[in-house]
């Protein structure tokens, strides 16, 4: 599975974006997404996941109701709308993929077998 994150760029305090993880090579239904963050220095952060079902979805206890993730198995692309976003949002943004056995939500990087190639956050004034 080849995935391909996109939609970051530089935007103010406050504003939104929405990133998009396409996925090739599998079948994508089969699959549960995550995404990650990471910045300079540290390890990556659990963001958001959502299930190969997309009834069940998790969030890291900073997005405190700011993001939604969301999946079109007819494009084959995760989305993680990104709200009232903060300086501290500022990070390289990855998607994960997994097969997993039962439709469930992964919230650990080790836990997911693809990883796209990240896509830039900037929330800066």
């Known amino acids: 599975v080849q995935l391909q994150a996109s939609g970051g760029g530089r935007v103010q305090p406050g504003d939104s974006l929405r990133l998009s993880c396409t996925a090739s090579g599998g079948t994508f239904s089969r699959y549960g997404f995550g995404w990650f963050r990471q910045t300079p220095g540290k390890e990556r952060e659990f963001v958001a996941s959502?299930?190969?079902?997309?009834?069940?979805?998790s969030f890291g206890s900073f997005v405190k109701g700011r993001f939604t993730i969301s999946r079109d198995n007819a494009k084959s692309t995760v989305y993680l709308q990104m709200n009232g976003l903060k300086p501290e949002d500022t990070a390289i943004y990855y998607c994960g993929a997994k097969d997993f056995v039962e439709s469930r939500v992964g919230i650990e990087e080790h836990e997911f077998d693809y990883w796209g190639q990240g896509t830039q956050v900037t929330v800066s004034s």
């Open positions: 959502i299930s190969s079902s997309g009834l069940t979805s």
